[in-house]
C-alpha cells in the first residue's frame, strides 16, 4: 500500500486516521472487494452499451419477478434514532467545520454528511472531514451535543465513480467510497453502535440489484471483521439513476438486513435520462428551470412508485433537498415567497407519504419540522401503503412536453461553469441566485447544455439552434461577466480554466457520463491541489455569503 504525504497543517489529523490498524483493514476491505467493484463499473458500460445498440428500454426484471410478487418479506426495522427522520441537513460537506459544527447543535432530525455531491474530494478536504467526524463522535468538539443527543450522522461516502488518487493499494488507485467507507467504519463504527447513534449511511449513485447486493457484501465483511453484530449497519439507497427505479423493491431485498429505506431526488435522477438515453431525440429533456419539476408525470410517478414500494417493505421513503436559502432578514418582501415556494414543494412530497427530507438552509428546519407535524400524524408514514399507485414504464419514462429557454440555456451554462470554478478552489458547492447548487445541479446543467446541442434543439425565444457557436458566445459572455467579481489574478484565470473545460464537457462528442469523474481525472484538478491552493483563493469570486448573487 502507498499513501501520499500529509497535507500541509493537517498533520496531527492525517496521523490519528491513518494508524496502523486502520490502513491494515483498508487494504484487506480494498483488496477484498476491488475486482467485484470493477465487475460492477464494466456491467454498467455492458448495459449501456446494450441500450445503445438495440434500443431497448428498460422495464421491471422478469428473473426477479418472484421477489416483487412475494407479499411476505419486509426490511429489519429501523433503530430507533432513525424513526423519526422528518428533516436532514443536506449537502453537509464535514470539512466545512464551522458549518458543520452548527449542523450538528441544530434541531434537524439528522445531517447528511456528504463526502459526495456537496463536497470536492480534495486529499485535504478528505482528511479534515473524517477527522471532524470521529471528532464529534467522539464528542471532542467544543459546544456540540453528545453524540447521543446530536441530529443522527448518515455518512454519504463517494459513489464507485471516483478514486482516491493519494491510496494505492496493490498498484491501484483506491476506490473512492472503500477509502471513506472503511476510515469512518474503522474509526466510529463501534462508538457510533454503543451510542445507538449508527453505523447510518446513504449510497449514492447505485444503477442495479447487483451493485446494492455489492454493498450488502460489504456491510457482512465490515461488521464479522470490526466484530460488530450483523445488520448494525443501516443504509438509504439514493435511487438517482432511471434504471435503478426499474429495481427498487430488489434493491431493498438485497439490503434487507442493512437497509435504512430510499431516497428520491430530482437532478441526478433527471440527468440520468439524458446519461442513458440522451443520444435519442425522443429523450429530449425540456429546460429544466421551466418544465421539469416533481409534478411532471414522470418525476411523480418515480416518486409515487419509491414510497409506495418502501412502505409496502416497511422501509423509509425520503424526498429530495430545498435548495432555497432564506433571505437573511424575515422582514424582507422576499422571505415569504421562498418560504411558501418551499412549502408547497414540500408538502407535495408529504402528501405522496415520504417520511422525512432535506433541506440546505438551517433556518428552514423549524419551519419544515412544523410543516411535516401539521400534515402528518406520527413520527413517521410508514402507515401511508400507497395502494392507489399503479406505475407503469410508460409513467418512468414519459419525458415532459416543453422547449428551451435563452433563460434556461444561461442558466445551465452558469451553474456548470461555476461549479467547476468551486470545484477548482476545492469545494464542493456553492451559491447562485437564493439557493445552493451542487454536483447534482450542475449534471443536470450540463447534460441539458450537451443534449440541446446534440439534436439541435431551437430556442423559443427567437428560433435560434442550440449550437456549439451559440453556447460558446454565451460562456464568454458569462466568463466576462463574472469575472468582474474576481479579487486576483488567479481566480480571473481559474474561471477562464472553469469555462474552458465546461465547453470542453459539452462539446463532446460522446456523453462524459459523471461530470465529477471528468473533474476528478482531470490534470488540471490534480495539479491544482498537489501545489496546495490556499484557502483564501478557495473562495470563488462569485459566491456571495448567503447566497445572494452579485450578478
Not at 80 to 86: D, F
Not at 114 to 141: M, S, W, Y
Request: aromatic letters at 8%.
Amino acid at each position: 500500500m502507498e499513501l501520499s504525504p500529509p497535507p500541509k497543517g493537517l498533520e496531527a489529523a492525517y496521523a490519528s486516521l491513518f494508524t496502523t490498524g486502520s490502513l491494515s483493514f483498508l487494504h484487506e476491505l480494498i483488496s477484498t472487494f476491488d475486482e467485484e467493484m470493477e465487475q460492477i463499473l464494466q456491467l454498467r458500460v455492458s448495459r449501456k452499451a446494450h441500450l445503445d445498440l438495440s434500443g431497448d428500454l428498460p422495464n421491471f426484471l422478469e428473473s426477479t419477478a418472484h421477489i416483487r410478487a412475494d407479499p411476505d418479506w419486509r426490511v429489519l426495522p429501523v433503530p430507533t434514532r432513525l424513526q423519526k427522520r422528518h428533516v436532514d441537513i443536506g449537502d453537509m460537506a464535514p470539512c466545512d467545520t464551522q458549518r458543520f459544527v452548527r449542523a450538528l447543535q441544530s434541531p434537524a432530525q439528522g445531517i447528511q454528511v456528504d463526502f459526495d455531491d456537496g463536497n470536492c474530494p480534495t486529499f485535504p478536504n478528505q482528511i479534515k472531514g473524517i477527522h471532524n467526524v470521529i471528532l464529534a463522535v467522539n464528542n471532542q468538539l467544543p459546544g456540540v451535543p453528545h453524540i447521543s443527543q446530536a441530529p443522527v450522522l448518515m455518512l454519504r461516502p463517494r459513489a464507485w465513480n471516483m478514486v482516491e488518487h493519494n491510496m494505492l493499494v496493490e498498484g491501484k488507485e483506491a476506490p473512492g467510497p472503500l477509502f471513506d467507507f472503511g476510515l469512518l467504519m474503522y474509526h466510529c463504527g463501534r462508538t457510533l453502535l454503543e451510542n445507538q447513534s449508527g453505523p447510518f449511511f446513504y449510497l449514492s449513485k447505485v444503477e442495479s440489484l447487483m451493485e446494492s447486493r455489492l454493498w450488502n457484501n460489504i456491510f457482512v465483511w465490515t461488521q464479522q471483521k470490526l466484530g460488530l453484530p450483523l445488520g448494525c449497519i443501516k443504509a438509504t439507497v439514493l435511487i438517482e439513476n432511471v434504471l435503478a427505479t426499474f429495481e427498487m423493491e430488489e434493491i431493498l431485498y438485497e439490503l434487507r438486513e442493512h437497509s435504512a429505506g430510499l431516497n428520491c431526488g430530482i437532478w441526478d435522477y433527471s440527468a440520468s435520462f439524458v446519461n442513458k438515453f440522451g443520444y435519442r431525440r425522443d429523450f429530449l429533456l425540456p429546460d429544466r428551470s421551466k418544465y421539469v419539476n416533481m409534478e411532471k408525470r414522470f418525476l411523480r410517478s418515480y416518486l409515487d412508485l419509491l414510497v409506495q414500494t418502501c412502505h409496502r417493505r416497511g422501509a423509509l421513503a425520503t424526498g429530495g433537498m430545498a435548495a432555497l436559502l432564506l433571505p437573511q432578514s424575515q422582514h424582507a418582501d422576499s422571505y415569504s415567497k421562498v418560504l411558501a415556494a418551499v412549502e408547497r414543494l414540500k408538502l407535495l412530497e408529504i402528501n405522496a407519504g415520504v417520511d422525512g427530507f432535506m433541506v440546505y438552509d438551517m433556518n428552514l428546519i423549524k419551519p419544515m419540522q412544523k410543516l411535516f407535524e401539521r400534515h402528518s400524524e406520527g413520527d413517521n408514514q410508514l402507515h401511508q401503503l400507497r395502494g392507489d399507485v399503479s406505475v407503469t414504464p410508460e409513467d418512468l419514462l414519459s419525458m415532459p412536453s416543453g422547449g428551451v429557454t435563452l433563460h434556461g440555456l444561461k442558466y445551465n451554462i452558469a451553474v456548470g461553469v461555476l461549479f467547476i470554478n468551486a470545484w477548482l478552489s476545492g469545494k464542493g458547492h456553492f451559491f447562485y441566485r437564493g439557493q445552493v447548487e451542487d454536483s447534482a445541479t450542475a449534471e443536470i446543467s450540463r447534460s441539458q447544455v450537451w443534449q440541446w446541442i446534440r439534436h439541435q434543439a431551437r430556442l423559443e425565444d427567437d428560433g435560434r439552434v442550440v449550437s456549439r457557436r451559440l453556447v460558446t458566445e454565451l460562456t464568454k459572455e458569462l466568463r466576462t461577466e463574472l469575472g468582474l467579481f474576481c479579487r486576483s489574478g488567479r481566480s480571473t484565470q481559474r474561471l477562464h480554466t472553469a469555462a474552458d473545460m465546461f465547453l470542453e464537457v459539452v462539446l463532446k462528442r460522446h456523453f462524459p457520463e459523471f461530470i465529477t469523474s471528468y473533474l476528478n481525472l482531470d490534470h488540471t484538478f490534480l495539479s491544482s491541489h498537489c501545489l496546495g491552493e490556499e484557502e483564501e483563493e478557495a473562495e470563488a469570486a462569485v459566491e456571495p455569503s448567503r447566497g445572494r448573487s452579485k450578478l
